[in-house]
């Protein structure tokens, strides 16, 4: 669907918006990023930058838990958890501004002590609010559930700001594992604003709306994964 035909949300227009102002936004066509799970993308999107931003950091969070509060993920939410590393900022700030309790899950057990993998007091039945920087294609985010729900927490619901809704399978692998992804903007937003505010050069956001249409095919002929 042509960017202008598109209809965003505000949230998303705002959220996009001061991604590319801060250039948390980086577009390279020429020189692409291979990402962890072996896709090659023309884009790459860095939610870290962000912690360095107070004003963007805000406005991210007040629309996130106006966002939660209004689709009803934070509906008895006993416990605020952030996936390490990039998830632990971003959960500090929605603990603070809902006053909620907060955790963190490592990626892996520490393997000393309590040999724990989340860290916090959480009691057995505590329902958990999983709160990341961005989700890609739904993975990692499993780990961490399985972690939580292994360490006794019920967990229905994930919160992150950015969401590449691209690569094909990683809504259903959420919803296979019984979670709701809750997301201010994908890659989809930032390219219509990127378009309209002229961030980039006509060639870089054309070379950026190919992959956006069919990332597998991009991916493979820039070297990357070739298959979901």
């Keep these: 669907m042509p960017e202008s035909s598109r209809v965003i949300s505000p949230a998303a227009r705002e959220t996009a918006k001061w991604l590319l102002d801060i250039?948390?936004?980086?577009?390279?066509?020429?020189?692409?990023?291979?990402?962890?799970?072996?896709?090659?993308?023309?884009?790459?999107?860095?939610?870290?930058?962000?912690?360095?931003?107070?004003?963007?950091?805000r406005r991210m969070i007040e629309m996130g838990v106006e966002m939660l509060r209004v689709e009803g993920a934070m509906d008895g939410v006993d416990l605020v958890a952030g996936g390490e590393t990039a998830g632990i900022p971003?959960?500090?700030?929605?603990?603070?501004?809902?006053?909620?309790?907060?955790?963190?899950?490592?990626k892996q057990p520490k393997?000393?002590?309590?040999?724990?993998?989340?860290?916090?007091?959480?009691?057995?039945?505590?329902?958990v609010l999983l709160v990341e920087d961005l989700a890609s294609d739904g993975g990692s985010k499993i780990s961490f559930v399985n972690a939580l729900r292994t360490a006794g927490a019920v967990v229905s619901d994930i919160f992150v700001v950015f969401f590449y809704d691209i690569f094909p399978g990683a809504l259903k692998t959420l919803e296979g594992a019984n979670v709701k992804l809750h997301y201010l903007c994908t890659w989809h937003d930032v390219l219509q604003v990127a378009a309209e505010g002229e961030y980039f050069s006509p060639e870089a956001i054309e070379d950026v709306r190919k992959f956006l249409n069919d990332p597998i095919s991009w991916s493979a002929a820039h070297g990357g994964r070739a298959e979901a």
């Excluded at 393997?111 to 039945?125: L, W």
């Design 23 to 57: 250039k948390a936004v980086n577009f390279r066509p020429e020189e692409p990023y291979i990402f962890t799970a072996g896709w090659a993308s023309p884009v790459y999107i860095d939610c870290r930058w962000v912690i360095s931003f107070t004003e963007a950091r």
């Design 111 to 127: 393997g000393f002590g309590r040999d724990a993998q989340i860290e916090g007091n959480m009691p057995e039945g505590s329902k």
């Design 90 to 106: 971003y959960a500090a700030w929605i603990s603070e501004a809902t006053s909620t309790p907060m955790l963190y899950v490592r």
